[in-house]
């Protein structure tokens, strides 16, 4: 029985759908939101969540080393989804990538061990295997992150490695694909082109947007942690992965298409990231044996999520 779950980055784009996912399957638990409110997060997210008894936000950083204790007392299931997620602003400013990213998972991890913390979901990316222009990876592939954003991911992953081997922590990593769907900050490049083509700006394509990039919709995301809670072997790792992959330029134009605007007057072209990944290929087989398969498709999804951020422009301004 699951008395209790701790969501961390619940506010977040990601977070805030796996937190009323997992408050749809676990009605009888008592559920601790933890977010810290970065730009890319909004309250606003998780107050209908908020109303419920079972549920209590806790506004604290994932650094804050005795409040995480605090709160993961007597807890059966957390899930650290909190990060700096943007590959842009890491080749800025890196230091507060490692510092949530990796240090976080850090303080994360050893607060769930002093509580004994007995299932533990660790939300990480397909981009810590780097590049990969051959075959799909499982989940065996050496790491080899090209970013800060990425490495920093991958630093956590190698910390949740030790904590499985060392003090025998049950810790599910999930490496997951891009993830497209409502509440996304308009950075990443679909929530991002929409918002600028909805505010009549133009949209920024690095390099000449060739790139190469899978999506998955966020429930499908979450049906794929449900069923590792729910069937997940303690200590693996799991990839989730989209079947579809799109160049960047497409996915621009097929937003330009449902918004009823001309592709070309609408995009720049600007100079390419100082370092930026072809294509992520990963395989989700292991996860499809727990009975996961993808549902949605991007492209069907497209006018839906267009529409939400029309009526809901006012959140970002
Ligand atoms: N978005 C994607 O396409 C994608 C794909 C694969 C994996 N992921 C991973 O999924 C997770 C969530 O991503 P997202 O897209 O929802 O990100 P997001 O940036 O929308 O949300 C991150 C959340 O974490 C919170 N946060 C940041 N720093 C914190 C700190 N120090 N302490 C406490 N909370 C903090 C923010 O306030 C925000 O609510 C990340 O771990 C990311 O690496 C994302």
Not at 289 to 301: I, V
Request: proline fraction near 2%; hydrophobic fraction near 35%; charged fraction near 25%.
């Amino acid at each position: 029985m699951i008395k209790k779950i701790f969501i961390t980055g619940a506010a977040g784009f990601i977070g805030s759908h796996l937190s009323e996912r997992i408050f749809s399957e676990f009605k009888n638990s008592k559920i601790v939101l933890y977010d810290k409110i970065t730009y890319a997060a909004n309250i606003k997210y998780i107050k209908n969540l908020l109303l419920n008894k079972n549920i209590k936000f806790v506004k604290n950083d994932l650094l804050n080393f005795k409040t995480l204790e605090k709160y993961l007392s007597n807890t059966d299931l957390a899930i650290n989804v909190a990060a700096e997620s943007h590959v842009d602003n890491s080749f800025g400013n890196s230091l507060i990538f490692t510092k949530t990213n990796t240090l976080g998972t850090h303080c994360f991890l050893e607060a769930c061990r002093k509580q004994g913390v007995n299932k533990i979901i660790h939300v990480s990316t397909d981009e810590v295997y780097g590049e990969n222009l051959g075959k799909h990876y499982n989940e065996k592939q050496i790491l080899n992150p090209t970013n800060p954003y990425s490495a920093s991911k991958a630093a956590a992953d190698m910390i949740v490695n030790s904590y499985n081997h060392s003090y025998n922590l049950n810790v599910i990593t999930v490496r997951a694909n891009n993830i497209f769907g409502i509440r996304q900050f308009p950075e990443k490049l679909i929530s991002k082109s929409i918002y600028s083509f909805l505010n009549k700006k133009k949209m920024t394509i690095h390099g000449n947007g060739s790139s190469k990039r899978y999506y998955l919709s966020v429930e499908d995301f979450c049906e794929g942690i449900i069923k590792i809670i729910r069937k997940g072997k303690p200590g693996e790792i799991y990839n989730i992965s989209s079947e579809k992959y799109y160049k960047i330029l497409k996915i621009v134009k097929l937003i330009t298409k449902h918004l009823q605007i001309d592709f070309k007057k609408n995009i720049i072209f600007i100079k390419d990231r100082p370092f930026n990944d072809k294509i992520y290929k990963i395989n989700s087989d292991k996860l499809k044996k727990l009975g996961w398969k993808q549902t949605k498709q991007l492209d069907e999804e497209l006018p839906k999520l267009c529409e939400w951020y029309k009526k809901n422009l006012i959140l970002f301004k």
